[in-house]
């Protein structure tokens, strides 16, 4: 008996978390902005500019979900967090969803009770050192210090890798990438390790980046992407196809030039129309009106514009697509159907 009544408490408590986790669309709405969770500033990711603008591949995610909800790419609140700090914001509603170079693994997913929404960029973890030290492999940074983001997966892959090869480090703790990098170029550490991408953005910022190099070693898959809570899923819908509709709108063609004329008058192709909203009720179905996903792709392009914007090949960050090409390309970029 008292067990039945036990497992009706926690069902109970259950549905009562349910009920108030799928609020997120009607709170959202009620308030009027977007409360993005991003990191303290990682240039071409998410950083405030020399106005206090934030600019990036994660920001402007953000912009598009707020211009899929609001009708407004600007009604976004951007809050900073860290390694730390981020699951915490998260879960206690104080952000709406993340967007800020997390990677998706089963702990987060499932102990953490979050849902990624999707990949929005495959990396990998990798290690910068100084031209100077000499070192071309990360087997040779054995007994280096070494610059490590505290909350994060690159703690564990970085033990992980320096065991399998026998060679030992001394970490070197930070809480954000700005600490980091700034540990790093007053010589606090030999190397610092976190997302390749993030390396890669981290030394475009140093006023000679050429005297430091990234090594070839990549030692970790890093799939990052955005995520929500648990326990509601109509918003989760919502974040989930608004980056559908970006990666969908590159293949498709679509692009914030052409964007006005495809969506005049339904045309010839019907995967484009569904996206657009000129056929069908894919709109009606998520909650939004049927130009929801023409907004968001408005609010800065389609996936490989708001890519070659922010950290591509004519950037300062210059990564090329790679795995994040679309599929059609060979990359692992790929979108299920609208329809």
């Known amino acids: 008996m008292k067990r039945t009544v036990f497992l009706g408490a926690l069902t109970v408590a259950g549905l009562a978390a349910g009920a108030s986790a799928a609020a997120t669309l009607d709170d959202v709405k009620a308030r009027g902005k977007l409360n993005c969770g991003v990191t303290t500033g990682l240039v071409g990711f998410a950083a405030p500019d020399a106005n206090g603008k934030w600019e990036g591949f994660d920001v402007d995610f953000c912009r598009a979900v707020a211009a899929a909800v609001l009708g407004d790419a600007n009604a976004v609140e951007f809050v900073p967090t860290t390694g730390k700090t981020r699951f915490t914001a998260l879960a206690s509603g104080e952000v709406d969803m993340l967007a800020r170079n997390t990677t998706w693994t089963l702990s987060r997913d499932v102990d953490l009770k979050f849902d990624f929404i999707g990949v929005n960029y495959y990396d990998g973890q990798g290690f910068l050192v100084s031209k100077e030290m000499g070192v071309s492999s990360a087997k040779d940074l054995d007994g280096a210090t070494v610059c490590i983001q505290t909350g994060t997966t690159t703690e564990l892959n970085l033990a992980d890798f320096f065991r399998a090869n026998n060679i030992s480090y001394e970490p070197v703790p930070i809480e954000t990438n700005a600490e980091g990098q700034q540990q790093y170029l007053a010589g606090a550490c030999d190397a610092y390790t976190t997302d390749a991408s993030g390396l890669a953005a981290t030394r475009a910022t140093f006023e000679n980046p050429s005297d430091h190099v990234v090594l070839p070693e990549i030692i970790s898959k890093e799939p990052l992407g955005p995520l ?85 090949e004519s950037t300062p960050i210059a990564l090329a697509r790679g795995l994040n090409a679309q599929w059609t390309d060979g990359g692992l970029i790929y979108s299920p159907p609208f329809r």
């Open 228 to 312: 929500v809570r648990h326990g509601d899923n109509e918003w989760g819908d919502i974040v989930r196809w608004t980056l559908n509709a970006l990666i969908s709108a590159e293949e498709m063609g679509i692009t914030s030039a052409n964007i006005g004329e495809l969506s005049a008058a339904a045309g010839d192709n019907p995967e484009i129309n569904r996206i657009l909203g000129t056929e069908g009720n894919l709109g009606e179905m998520l909650g939004l009106d049927a130009d929801w996903a023409k907004r968001a792709i408005m609010a800065g392009g389609n996936y490989g514009e708001v890519f070659a914007k922010n950290i591509g």
